[in-house]
């Protein structure tokens, strides 16, 4: 429930919170029993200690996301203008799941900040039992814009000082949102890899721009993935817009999902958007040469995604860079030429890759894709953990028609038919 704060109701909160302050200081860390949800005897430790992450950014509403480990409500104070005069009080999911939670109390806070105005620059502060965390500064997005600013990447698990190198490079970027492709731990079931492999490498990122995720296979089906980090009433798959562009993330890697079922709630995405460049993320890709070899929707995906207007599919699952030349649509269907990009490179070991004629450019290099929209302009630098570029595309749209230069290396969309038939004998 969102308030408006009185500076009496200010000055009483500074107050309470310096004698929490002061219990905590005394004490240290707390060990409690009895009224606790996690059981007697489980330690609890003040502060923050996972986040807080934006989980989704809009016009009007923002989504984030903090875990701490002293059991009790927080409140997020937020404003604009440097005025932190609205808040909301959350509380907080316990988690039980994974052995550090055995361990140790974990507290999951999930909020939506509502009624925000499109395009202003806010700053929020959580505060909580014992602590007040550091200021930190989002802008939603706006109503109308030419530009954005983005990066894609996927598979930052299992080797954290990777993953960190890598957000360091991203961090030279000015972006409006991160889009993660999925894998983001080693083993998702096992709670007390979140912190170092996710959390923890995105530190000084997550603040302050949202981070979408296509969930990947290694998140798993034990729940760990959706509690820390799909935004409260939201499901795994899910749309946004952001100036000319129109993304959907979609999961095609939870148990039970059928294929034909998540193929069509994308396509229904796509063909309901009108965005001058529209993206699709999910985790297992559909063209691959390589690491996996994957086929994900064979043998439908592509039609479908020429049919509903698609520009880019970005996908993870196999570890490696590779850029295919855009497929054409069927002869005569007048659909969108797609370009497939795995981008898998986001931490894990790399896989190998098998350089194919219809491949653009592929590289075996932890990478990020850097994506920079104008209008109807495109312009994609994947950058390398080096900070060396590694592949760089431009684009023009001209009345919703690709530049003819990139449309002259386009794939027959039969060919790739058969290029994904060979590959299902050959995917684990
Ligand atoms: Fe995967
Ligand atoms: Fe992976």
Not at 256 to 285: M, N
Not at 305 to 322: N, Q, R
Not at 386 to 394: K, P, S, V
Request: charged share 25%.
């Amino acid at each position: 429930m969102n308030k408006f704060c009185s500076s009496s109701r200010m000055s009483r909160r500074k107050s309470a919170l310096r004698l929490t302050c002061l219990i905590v200081a005394v004490f240290g860390v707390l060990t409690m029993t009895g009224s606790c949800a996690m059981g007697p005897l489980q330690k609890q430790t003040a502060g923050i200690t996972k986040g807080p992450v934006l989980l989704a950014v809009y016009k009007d509403r923002a989504a984030l996301m903090w875990e701490t480990g002293i059991e009790g409500p927080c409140k997020l104070y937020y404003g604009g203008d440097r005025k932190l005069d609205r808040y909301v009080e959350s509380v907080p999911e316990t988690n039980q799941a994974g052995e550090e939670a055995v361990k140790k109390a974990v507290f999951i806070h999930k909020v939506w900040l509502e009624d925000l105005q499109a395009g202003r620059t806010y700053d929020y502060r959580i505060t909580g039992l014992g602590f007040e965390d550091k200021i930190y500064t989002f802008r939603t997005v706006p109503a109308s814009a030419d530009r954005v600013s983005f990066i894609v990447y996927g598979d930052s698990r299992t080797r954290p000082s990777v993953h960190r190198r890598l957000v360091k490079q991203m961090k030279k970027h000015k972006v409006d949102f991160v889009v993660n492709c999925g894998d983001l731990v080693t083993k998702g079931n096992k709670y007390e890899q979140w912190g170092p492999q996710f959390f923890e490498p995105l530190k000084g990122l997550a603040e302050t721009v949202p981070v979408y995720i296509a969930k990947g296979n290694h998140e798993g089906d034990n729940g760990n993935f959706e509690k820390l980090l799909m935004p409260k009433g939201q499901s795994n798959n899910f749309g946004f817009d952001y100036g000319p562009v129109h993304y959907f993330c979609a999961d095609n890697v939870t148990e039970g999902l059928k294929d034909e079922v998540q193929l069509e709630l994308i396509l229904a995405d796509a063909r309901a958007s009108d965005a001058k460049w529209k993206f699709v993320s999910y985790h297992v890709p559909s063209v691959n040469s390589g690491g996996h070899w994957s086929t994900w929707g064979y043998p439908d995906v592509l039609e479908g995604l020429a049919g509903a207007g698609v520009d880019f599919v970005l996908a993870g699952h196999s570890h490696i860079y590779e850029r295919f030349r855009p497929v054409a649509p069927p002869d005569g269907t007048g659909g969108n030429y797609v370009t497939y990009i795995t981008s898998g490179g986001g931490g894990a070991l790399m896989h190998s890759i098998k350089p194919d004629a219809y491949h653009a450019v592929t590289k075996k290099k932890h990478h990020f894709c850097l994506f920079n929209i104008d209008g109807n302009k495109l312009t994609m630098d994947t950058i390398g953990i080096d900070g060396r570029l590694i592949d760089h595309l431009e684009l023009t749209k001209t009345a919703g028609r690709l530049n003819r230069e990139y449309l002259r290396t386009a794939i027959p969309m039969e060919e790739m038919l058969a290029f994904q038939r060979k590959n299902l004998e050959r995917q684990d």
